[in-house]
């Protein structure tokens, strides 16, 4: 008899019942874990000599390594997916058997397959686990589904070649990536998803809407174009206008310093790597670098006169672009570029007024979110084991921090350990509508900055004090959160920050003058129009505006030139029918002041939503 016979044989195979109450995001792991297993099951039927790698679960699905007799193309999916939907019709069953390792390894060698053996050397343990299904055994550590049956809503998505271990000097093997969820539903609406992700790429849409571009010999550093700079604008009069009423005053520095500055801060010895570095030809020994921060030279604004308790919390900014020397392979359009501008402000405080003043840095960051609709969690970070400064001090501002967020009723999570060595901090992650989180909130503490630049301020009792400086951001990086918005809304911004907030369409040429005229009226009253001349079809103007996402088209033909009316359709709402023009800037205007979120957006946040986490059970 085989060995591999006679070992199957002495197993005792358990079926595989999974604890029941699983969170979500653990179940659909299982699922996806067993998909991948019924996939390999379906290419063995089609490649009998198949070599098997490995197959586990990812975000959103899972793949299969395997190493085949040819390569695969797309072409091929739709068969492995067929024989794999038969397979999981019949429901099978998922058992569970344990043997030595070593009696395993036998097996596999007896079987071929190599791979299975390079990972079994690679298994401290004595002993291993199976899984099977039908006729189909994996070495693996599981977890599983009980029953097959629950993966039928999955999709094969790609092939693509993946070294063996990720290392290039290893064979090549084939990857076929797929995707499983719960409910038909959820895969419909995952497909979707997909689909969705590749046009609402930021610099896709970058291009489509004529915001901005990229140009190699800018070197990952972008071009505005006038709409973008529109939009740039817009967000910039917002925030001028928020932060002025909250007490904030705006300076303009420099952009580029001498090192002396930098190795004040501490930057040129930990950051120069990430700095670009100006040669001074007159002085070829001064070393000069653009600033890739506000921090350090805002200081040297504070320290151009003496500062008095009364004058604190003084909250100073400045929009300056700032120069990241970012790796090339690590750029991403507006998302990662080497120049860009921060919405930072630094906040010079007595230290007894933390609390107070991140209740209204807070206040504010809700306030400006609440004009995007944007969700978002928040993090509180607190003193690591390297920290510096007066223990005390720390407390009183972690203190500060928290009773901060629960005076606003803001729920947060505490990351233990995770703040700065120089002070703690608030992170806050906005979550857009394709479920990803990004960090673009910050509140950070600094009690060391001031220390180093011998800032001072003249106490109650007339003595030198050491401020404490809060860093803080709304948006992050400018550039970075209008590509967050870009993608959030696909690319349809609300009628406040739209680059162009209406397009006049004359029918004919016959009513250009009119149209020319309703342009004039509506930039009269500040809203950004354009006219869209009558040198082609009108339904192809239309198409061209709504693919630019102007949210206001204004169609003039003969009878609204002669009533004086505009016949209104608007991107999110279509067809409004003949408008009176004072009532279509009425509404504009007060869209615009308001800055009323006028948009409705697919939103797939809730396909990625997770559930507290599970007990983690191993897997190799
Ligand atoms: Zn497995
Ligand atoms: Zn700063």
């Known amino acids: 008899m085989p060995v591999a016979d006679e070992i199957l044989q002495g197993l005792a195979w358990e079926p595989n019942q999974p604890p029941a109450g699983l969170p979500r995001q653990e179940r659909l792991r299982r699922l996806r874990h067993s998909a991948s297993h019924l996939m390999a099951q379906a290419v063995r039927e089609l490649f009998p000599t198949v070599k098997l790698a490995i197959g586990p679960p990812i975000e959103n699905g899972f793949y299969y390594d395997m190493d085949l007799p040819r390569s695969l193309t797309d072409e091929d999916l739709p068969e492995i997916e067929k024989r794999m939907r038969k397979i999981v019709a019949r429901d099978p069953q998922f058992f569970r058997a344990e043997l030595p390792r070593l009696r395993a390894v036998e097996l596999f060698r007896e079987w071929q397959q190599d791979y299975k053996l390079e990972l079994l050397a690679g298994i401290p343990d004595a002993n291993v686990s199976l899984y099977k299904q ?116 705006e300076i303009m520095n420099p952009v580029l310093y001498r090192k002396e500055l930098f190795e004040t801060s501490g930057h040129w010895e930990h950051f120069q790597k990430d700095m670009f570095l ?46 990241r020397n970012e790796p090339m392979g690590a750029l991403h359009g507006l998302m990662r570029a080497r120049v860009f501008s921060q919405d930072d402000a630094h906040i010079y405080l007595h230290e007894d007024q933390i609390q107070e003043e991140i209740v209204r840095v807070l206040d504010l960051l809700k306030l400006i979110y609440s004009y995007f609709g944007l969700r978002y969690s928040i993090t509180l970070s607190t003193k690591p084991e390297k920290a510096m400064g007066d223990p005390a001090l720390w407390e009183k501002a972690e203190a500060g921090l928290r009773l901060a967020l629960e005076s606003l009723q803001l729920p947060y999570q505490v990351e233990a350990g995770g703040g700065a060595f120089y002070g703690p901090k608030i992170d806050v992650m906005v979550h857009d509508s394709m479920g990803r989180k990004w960090q673009c909130g910050t509140v950070q503490l600094d009690f060391n900055q001031p220390r180093r630049f011998e800032l001072e301020f003249i106490d109650r009792d007339n003595t030198a004090r050491t401020p404490v400086v809060i860093h803080r951001a709304l948006f992050g990086s400018v550039e970075r959160f209008l590509g967050i918005l870009l993608e959030h809304y696909a690319g349809a911004l609300p009628t406040w920050l739209a680059p162009v907030q209406a397009v006049v369409l004359p029918i004919a040429e016959g009513q250009e003058a009119y149209a020319r005229q309703v342009v004039e009226e509506f930039e009269a009253a500040g809203l950004r129009t354009e006219l869209g001349a009558a040198d082609s079809k009108i339904s192809y103007r239309i198409r061209e505006a709504e693919m630019h996402k102007i949210p206001y088209m204004l169609v003039v033909g003969k009878r609204e030139a002669e009533n004086g009316t505009l016949s209104v359709r608007t991107y999110q709402e279509k067809d409004r029918g003949a408008m009176a023009r004072s009532a279509v800037i009425e509404e504009m205007v007060s869209k615009t002041r308001q800055r009323t979120l006028d948009v409705t957006v697919k939103d797939y946040s809730s396909l990625f939503r997770t559930e507290a986490a599970a007990t983690a059970e191993p897997h190799y």
């Open 278 to 323: 100006v040669q001074d030809s007159a002085d070829p020994e001064a070393a000069m670098a653009l600033k890739p921060m506000n921090c350090p030279d805002t200081m040297l604004f504070y320290k151009t006169r003496q500062h008095s308790y009364r004058e604190l919390p003084l909250r100073i900014s400045q929009g300056q672009l700032l120069h």
């Open 134 to 249: 039908d006729r189909f055994i994996d070495l693996c550590a599981g977890p599983h589904v009980a029953q097959g049956g629950v993966c039928g809503h999955f999709k094969l998505l790609s092939v693509a070649g993946a070294y063996w271990r990720g290392d290039e000097k290893n064979p090549m093997l084939q990857r076929i990536y797929g995707t499983a969820w719960e409910t038909a539903e959820e895969l419909a609406e995952y497909l979707q998803y997909l689909e969705d992700s590749k046009s609402r790429d930021h610099r896709k849409l970058g291009l489509q809407l004529d915001l901005f571009s990229f140009h190699p010999w800018s070197a990952g550093c972008p071009f505005w174009h006038p709409r973008g700079l529109a939009v740039r604008e817009e967000l910039r009069r917002m925030w001028r206008e928020t932060h002025k009423k909250a007490g904030y005053i």
